[in-house]
């Protein structure tokens, strides 16, 4: 039951103090679920960083294998360019060789003629030169038709090769025939007139003239051979790149897919989460308003009640004589205004023995005090009072004593409560303000118990 003078709170306060811890806790609670929230969202951005780190990477692979690609593609393509013009030059060439043919068979022509009116005898002699110029003739034939294999080599290089390897049978026909006919003219010449000998020598440098045709001949095949290899090699070396290439483009095709996908799905995740966050920003700001509405109420009601004091008894204290109860003090300031309140928990030695309970003070000036203390004493037996509980005694007082209220129990051995409230004015000087006990004789101690306190308001 409250006391004269008690300063009651507002039920309505408690509550808010009540609803100030709930929302306390809940904010604790929903800043540690924001702080996971937020561990998980830098732990999947740290792995989804490293996966995109790893497309990267991938990503610079295939491009370096798809640059090395395009290089090869283009040594390649000046390897093309390099043997095309050297197919031209060998056509060029081969041109040049067919005139030459030409105007050595018209020469050996010439030769027919003449051998034809030196004598008769050498008729054999002419068909057989005759015989020479139709093999001769039917080699610059064959020539020219190199010349023109070789001007369509890029559509068949094994058209050439044959025709080339035709060409050279033919012309070592010719070579060896031309032996002949040097052989057989010079026997048949060496008792002829000197216009024989002409013919002999005229032989012999056709017959030179066919050999070095043979040689060019052999040489030009074996050109062709080679352009022909080089061009397969080429060819071979142009599928590979185009080969590499497709490759690198499919895997570049299928490494951009995953990465969209990846980014995608990422940018979603994220989308969620951000809205999540924003959900529960929106939440936070709604409870940092709150608390800010019941902040300022409390502060309304720390306004009314003061700045508080308070001092508990944690172990049993036995007091045989004046003393200073152990804990129960409070510091007041200069010209400040206090309300006091104190409950102690006491029990009582076997020997009935007065007791009493006060106030000391050190340093600070008073300028008013007045209370009262309430104490129980002794025991009844009417009917809503406990047999063990026994009556009270109330005492005021309106000074700064030791004593301020004393007690002879009518029971002892029992526990019993004490209870102070005052109200105290400081003046110019601030101090401390200590609770005492004392028993009037040593053998009968009293024993203030653990859970009394001293409390005082500021209340200006």
């Known amino acids: 039951m409250p006391q004269p003078g008690d300063i009651v709170a507002p039920a309505s306060q408690f509550d808010s103090i009540d609803k100030i811890s709930a929302?306390?806790?809940?904010?604790?609670?929903?800043?540690?679920?924001?702080?996971?929230?937020?561990?998980?969202?830098?732990?999947?951005?740290?792995?989804?960083?490293?996966?995109?780190?790893?497309?990267?990477?991938?990503?610079?692979?295939?491009?370096n294998a798809a640059s090395n690609a395009t290089s090869i593609a283009n040594a390649v393509s000046g390897r093309i360019d390099s043997l095309s013009n050297s197919v031209s030059v060998l056509s060029q060439a081969v041109s040049v060789?067919?005139?030459?043919?030409?105007?050595?068979?018209?020469?050996?022509?010439?030769?027919?003629n003449a051998i034809s009116v030196v004598s008769a005898k050498v008729d054999t002699l002419s068909n057989a030169v005759s015989v020479v110029s139709q093999a001769v003739s039917v080699l610059s034939q064959s020539v020219s038709v190199l010349s023109q294999a070789v001007s369509v080599l890029s559509q068949g290089l094994s058209v050439v090769s044959n025709a080339?390897?035709?060409?050279?049978?033919?012309?070592?026909?010719?070579?060896?025939?031309?032996?002949?006919?040097?052989?057989?003219?010079?026997?048949?010449?060496?008792?002829?007139?000197?216009?024989?000998?002409?013919?002999s020598n005229a032989v012999s440098i056709l017959s030179q003239q066919v050999s070095v045709l043979s040689q060019q001949v052999s040489v030009l095949s074996q050109n062709v051979s080679l352009l022909s290899q080089g061009l397969s090699v080429v060819s071979n070396a142009a599928s590979n790149a185009l080969s590499v290439a497709n490759a690198a483009s499919n895997a570049?095709?299928?490494?951009?897919?995953?990465?969209?996908?990846?980014?995608?799905?990422?940018?979603?995740?994220?989308?969620?989460?951000?809205?999540?966050v924003s959900v529960l920003s929106q939440q936070v700001s709604v409870l940092s308003q709150q608390v800010s509405v019941l902040s300022q109420a409390m502060s309304v009601i720390s306004a009314g009640l003061g700045t508080v004091q308070m001092k508990v008894v944690t172990n049993v204290q036995g007091v045989s004589a004046a003393a200073n109860i152990s804990g129960l003090s409070c510091s007041v300031a200069a010209?400040?205004?206090?309300?006091?309140?104190?409950?102690?928990?006491?029990?009582?030695?076997?020997?009935?023995?007065?007791?009493?309970?006060?106030?000391?003070?050190?340093?600070?000036?008073?300028?008013?005090?007045?209370?009262?203390?309430?104490?129980?004493?002794?025991?009844?037996?009417?009917?809503?009072?406990?047999?063990?509980?026994?009556?009270?005694?109330?005492?005021?007082?309106?000074?700064?004593a030791v004593a301020q209220m004393s007690a002879l129990p009518g029971t002892t051995g029992i526990v019993a409560m004490a209870k102070m409230d005052a109200l105290l004015v400081v003046s110019t000087t601030g101090g401390t303000l200590q609770l005492v006990a004392n028993v009037s004789a040593a053998a009968a101690p009293l024993n203030i118990m653990k859970g009394s306190f001293f409390r005082a308001y500021k209340i200006a």
Do not use: H, P
């Open 164 to 199: 080339a390897s035709n060409a050279l049978s033919v012309a070592n026909a010719a070579s060896n025939a031309a032996s002949i006919v040097s052989n057989a003219l010079s026997n048949e010449i060496s008792n002829r007139t000197s216009a024989v000998n002409v013919v």
């Open 252 to 276: 570049a095709s299928v490494v951009s897919n995953a990465l969209s996908n990846e980014i995608s799905n990422r940018t979603s995740a994220v989308n969620v989460v951000s809205q999540a």
């Open 335 to 400: 010209s400040g205004v206090y309300q006091l309140n104190a409950m102690l928990l006491y029990s009582t030695s076997g020997v009935a023995n007065v007791y009493s309970f006060g106030m000391t003070v050190s340093s600070f000036t008073t300028g008013a005090i007045a209370g009262t203390w309430v104490a129980m004493v002794s025991a009844a037996n009417a009917g809503n009072i406990s047999a063990a509980g026994g009556i009270i005694q109330m005492g005021t007082f309106n000074t700064i």
């Open 23 to 63: 929302i306390i806790v809940s904010e604790a609670s929903l800043s540690n679920f924001i702080s996971a929230l937020s561990v998980d969202v830098s732990n999947e951005t740290s792995a989804r960083i490293a996966a995109d780190n790893a497309l990267s990477q991938a990503i610079s692979v295939v491009s």
């Open 97 to 112: 060789l067919s005139q030459s043919l030409s105007v050595v068979s018209s020469k050996i022509d010439t030769i027919s």
